[in-house]
């Protein structure tokens, strides 16, 4: 089966990942904007994850967040958006490792967005499943 074939998906499961795109977009976009304004909290908790306390590193990680997350709601660059967030949320686990933060809440909270996000995508795109065929 070649990726131009498109591998076919019931309603409920295309609404699903709709859905599950759903969540992740908006948090990214929250995630994003927050860090856009020289807010105090912003840079106090960045300089706690070990990050420079500086308002413009905030806005940079900010902007790539949010264009990795526009990329993602497209659907013709929904794929490469994946990836960029993928390897945003594996900067995140890895802040989250280095500095000791508990596991489950902290540590895997980037896996488990990435989780969903990839879910989302591969239930709303039969480019994506025809890439990962789970059954044949």
Known sequence: MSISEA??????????GRALSAVVV??????GVI?????????????GLGW???PNIARLIGV???????LYALPRTSV???ILL???????ISTHVRIGNPLFSHTLFGVYLGVILWGG???RDPRVRALIPFSR
Do not use: C, E, H, R
């Open 7 to 16: 591998v076919p998906v019931s309603n409920g499961a295309l609404w699903t």
């Open 26 to 31: 908006p948090f990214m976009i929250f995630d």
């Open 35 to 47: 860090k856009l304004p020289p807010l105090d909290i912003v840079t106090q908790t960045m300089n």
């Open 52 to 54: 420079p306390a500086d």
């Open 64 to 70: 790539i967040g949010l264009i990795s997350t526009a």
């Open 80 to 82: 490469l958006g994946a």
């Open 86 to 92: 993928t390897a945003y949320m594996g900067g995140a």
């Open 121 to 123: 995508l591969y239930l």
